[in-house]
């Protein structure tokens, strides 16, 4: 069957989509502009606030922190601590951090406003980085500036060392990286003492900004109504933030009693929100001769900025994948989130595996090149297979076949044949285009981190309407990977009628049950399968009601709809989340099952590096991946390549450069993703081995991508330019001046170089 | 780009879509608010107001453009095309059409610039062997996407190309059905 077309399709081709900043609210003609008057420096004490230029101060709406306990809610955005403040009060911690709210008709006067806005503030010393941060001078954060500490632990690390034939160490690190959803964040709020607040937005996760909003205004749940508008991408950066910024035009809009909109413009956006963490990652790893895996011990540090927003459950998920899917019978894996004074960081597409997986996957060469063998054979040598644990003890129940994906990766991008090739002519000094082909084997986990579905405990539900049409009530959204679509899909199939039939309702937390957050790889595994399962209910229904026979066409199943709301009422199905019986984790030992299942992959790049502009450049790449069951091919392939020409930049050209704290190039023109003319070709192979508890058997596949790319570009680089300079080849975003040190052989160290 | 607080409004007479329209606004505001506030067409984006992104690409006298460089009082006397003068009707275009089909568009917002700077490429080919793939990547590089990997938007304009030139036209790039 061909692919079904993108619901929603049509209006977005056509311009009438309304995303937030297009929203007409009817019955408030007038909506007032809102804007966000932010930090100087990244940590002080605010002493004073003062209004100063010409401007009528006296039209302006302006709200400060001590607006809100008038209002009766606490200074907080509501994530898993309440440490971060919704306006600063006295306390600063990071650049950018919101101050003061204006709102106001004009909006060019309300921008010139803004820049009049002044703060006296006393200074504090400041930490910009994880070496500083270790050292706990300043404490800026709790006791120890630690959010977060676990250790995986498997088998005895220790006792290997003294016996083991090779030892190789290896230090990484990862950038921050921006996400770059085309549509800039904005929120609109309606909000007051009678109706509560409602926003309409731009966000991942509705019933997190509806979260936030009634602690902020201490209200009801009933008080509080958030509907998602049409969101330009998010990429895990409209999961935390969008609570933040609708708290900002809620808080105006109560105070002005008048709808308020706050839209980003770029500049703001890529400096006030979140980005992914950097990390620092240290291996020391014990091998045999042969290169077996004897002792793996990891040491993964992560940045995590100013309050810990979510920054608990990124280093889960990238500790749990820091050892990657390799056997291995003992393993350390020390993992800490830290604080600094930059604004937080926060989810983006990976949540964590990326770094740890980057340090991995090129520490993998790194182990190669010592024992002598191809890095392929090295990986072959080491997979986990059926039946096997991973780091957490989890065993592999699914059948796994690791080295059928590699002989795919190698074979269809000629891996072996190119290598050889290449290995000659970079031989050539008069050449100077060296080429390279690099690998990456990688898992991604589907789902919330261990006990996080169960705790979930998300609802979705199927309604039918009287003229036969099944509406999908979930909180996911459409963000682009094409939620809908893939929910239209699964609830037509599993009641066998057609496609249009079917209507996902769009997020309104109003309306829809709290089926989760729309990250984690977990819309189509997880809540898909909520949605199914409803299906399959209302179907029962209708069938055991007398209305439907056993089989029937879309005609009578529209007709039966009709006939079961006259006579018997509602007909509304819901689903809720229960755990697979094969789960098993331990939340305080991080023991057991960290996933449900993973998702497994072997990326190739195919890179050429110019030593006379030290540019390097991905001429091909190939993703071949086995994600359970493709539900939709042509959405399933698009969520793979766009995700790999975001590895692309996160790996050459992404650089999100901080200067105190602050991003010095917040803007489209100095913070580079790739365009058109530098994507390349990408094939994109799927294998299939359905998952039982997905649906069709579907796995998560939206943030594979990310974890395997830029190791497998880096590895490439490295092969292009020989063991030398490949030693010096640890971080990301390679650069061309990172790219020109590491050849000249300077200042990039390189820490254990022994063996 | 904000307009001075002091300046004279002027009035800015121009055909949108085919149709004659009369605005009064400041000689310096942008073209991309004249469109989405003052004409109330808000299928042109912004993505970042610095003429990098490409998601508020419309048609001025036929050239492709970011009206958010252009300024309002630029506007006068011109025909401009927004994605809202593309379909016709509830008929979408070939090139909206193959979009739709080959998974060109994921969440949507780079979209209406992406079918106008296609709009602009294949009105300038005179035969299919003229979209090469250079050609092909050079007149998108100003429109950044950060959805697709560009690999569906590629196939989706072979496809339109085919749709307008005939089945074996256009290049090769892309089209991995």
């Known amino acids: ?755 | 780009m904000s307009p001075s607080m002091s300046a004279q409004k002027i009035t800015v007479r121009c055909k949108i879509n085919g149709q004659d329209r009369s605005f009064t606004t400041y000689p310096m505001a942008r073209l991309l608010d004249l469109l989405r506030e003052d004409a109330g067409l808000t299928g042109t984006k912004e993505g970042c107001g610095e003429g990098e992104c490409g998601a508020c690409s419309v048609l001025v006298g036929g050239e492709l453009v970011n009206s958010c460089l252009i300024p309002a009082i630029q506007a006068e006397g011109t025909e401009i095309t927004t994605i809202e003068g593309i379909a016709e009707g509830e008929k979408l275009n070939f090139i909206q059409q193959a979009f739709l089909e080959y998974g060109g568009a994921q969440c949507g917002i780079c979209t209406p610039g992406m079918v106008l700077a296609v709009v602009y490429l294949l009105n300038r080919i005179k035969k299919p062997e003229d979209l090469t793939e250079a050609a092909l990547r050079t007149a998108l590089a100003g429109n950044l996407c950060r959805c697709t990997g560009y690999t569906k938007i590629f196939e989706s304009v072979v496809r339109a190309c085919h749709a307008r030139f005939g089945a074996s036209a256009g290049a090769s790039s892309g089209d991995q059905r």
């Open chain 1, 1 to 755: 069957m061909a692919s079904r077309l993108r619901k929603e399709g049509r209006e977005k081709l056509t311009g009438r989509s309304q995303y937030v900043d297009d929203l007409r609210l009817p019955g408030h003609p007038e909506v007032l502009h809102g804007t966000t008057v932010r930090s100087p420096v990244a940590r002080g004490t605010l002493k004073a606030v003062r209004f100063g230029g010409s401007i009528p101060w006296k039209d302006f709406v302006i709200v400060t922190a001590k607006d809100i306990p008038a209002i009766g809610g606490k200074n907080a955005i509501a994530h898993i601590l309440h440490d971060q403040p919704c306006l600063v009060d006295e306390q600063i911690n990071h650049p950018e951090e919101a101050i003061v709210l204006l709102a106001h008709p004009d909006r060019f006067l309300l921008e010139e406003a803004r820049r009049h806005v002044t703060f006296e503030i006393d200074p504090l010393p400041a930490v910009f980085t994880i070496e500083k941060s270790l050292l706990k001078d300043p404490v800026i954060w709790g006791k120890d500036n630690t959010f977060k500490e676990f250790t995986i632990e498997k088998g005895d690390v220790d006792g290997v060392w003294q016996t083991a034939d090779l030892i190789v160490e290896g230090e990484y690190h990862t950038g921050a990286q921006e996400q770059l959803y085309i549509e800039p964040n904005g929120m609109i709020a309606v909000a007051n003492a009678n109706e509560g607040v409602t926003v309409w937005g731009s966000m991942q996760c509705p019933y997190y900004v509806h979260h936030a909003l009634t602690h902020l205004f201490a209200l009801p749940d009933d008080k509080v109504r958030v509907i998602q508008a049409e969101t330009g991408g998010g990429f895990g950066g409209k999961e935390d933030y969008p609570s933040m910024i609708a708290c900002h035009a809620a808080l105006l809009a109560w105070k002005a009693g008048k709808p308020v909109k706050i839209i980003y413009d770029r500049a703001e956006d890529l400096a006030a929100t979140t980005k992914r963490h950097p990390s620092s990652t240290r291996h020391r790893t014990a091998v045999s001769r042969d290169g077996k895996l004897l002792a793996m011990d990891i040491d993964f540090l992560l940045d995590g900025g100013a309050y810990m927003t979510i920054s608990t459950v990124v280093l889960s998920r990238g500790g749990i994948h820091a050892a990657g899917p390799y056997e291995c019978p003992n393993v350390r894996i020390h993992a800490r989130a830290l604080a600094t004074n930059s604004p937080p960081y926060g989810a983006f597409r990976g949540f964590g595996a990326p770094q740890s997986l980057f340090a991995l996957e090129r520490h993998m060469d790194e182990i190669a090149a010592k024992v002598g063998l191809a890095p392929e054979e090295l990986r072959r040598r080491n997979f986990l297979q059926e039946g096997k644990a991973t780091a957490t003890g989890q065993i592999i129940r699914e059948k796994l076949d690791l080295p059928k994906l590699l002989d795919s990766a190698l074979q269809s991008s000629e891996f072996i044949k190119k290598r050889k090739a290449f290995q000659e002519a970079n031989q050539d000094p008069a050449n100077p285009i060296k080429r390279g082909m690099g690998l990456s084997t990688f898992m991604h986990g589907a789902g919330f981190t261990g006990s996080g579905e169960k705790m979930l405990a998300s609802v979705a539900a199927v309604e039918a309407t009287p003229a036969g049409t099944v509406r999908v009530l979930a909180s996911n959204t459409e963000i682009g990977q094409g939620q809908r679509t893939v929910f239209a899909q699964l609830v037509a199939d599993a009641l066998g009628i057609d496609f249009d039939l079917v209507e996902v309702v769009q997020p309104d937390t109003k309306i829809v049950p709290n089926s989760g957050p729309t990250v984690a790889s977990r819309t189509t595994m997880i809540v898909g399968k909520l949605v199914e399962t409803a299906a399959i209910s209302l179907r029962q229904t209708l069938i055991q009601s007398g209305c439907l026979a056993k089989t029937y066409t879309t005609a009578e199943f529209r007709k039966a709809c009709g006939e079961y709301l006259s006579k018997l009422g509602a007909l509304k199905c819901f689903s809720q989340y229960q755990q697979p019986g094969h789960i098993d984790w331990d939340d305080q030992k991080y023991r057991g099952d960290a996933y449900g299942t993973f998702a497994w992959a072997v990326y190739v790049a195919e890179v050429s590096v110019d030593l006379r502009t030290y540019e390097a450049q991905v001429d091909h790449f190939t993703a071949v991946q086995e994600i359970g069951k493709v539900v939709h091919p042509v959405l399933a392939a698009g969520q793979i390549e766009g995700g790999v020409l975001q590895g692309i930049g996160y790996a050459l050209s992404e650089e999100v450069q901080l200067r105190n704290g602050r991003m010095a190039n917040n803007r489209l023109t100095n913070y580079i993703i790739p365009t058109a003319a530098d994507a390349p070709d990408i094939k994109v192979i799927f294998a299939e081995n359905p998952y039982p508890h997905g649906p069709q058997g579907a796995k998560g596949i939206g943030e594979l991508p990310l974890d395997g790319v830029a190791p497998a570009v880096l590895n490439a680089v490295a092969m292009a330019l020989g063991p030398e300079a490949a030693s010096r080849i640890h971080s990301i975003p390679l650069l061309p001046e990172s790219l020109m040190k590491a050849l000249d052989g300077a200042a990039e160290s390189v820490k254990g170089e022994r063996s």
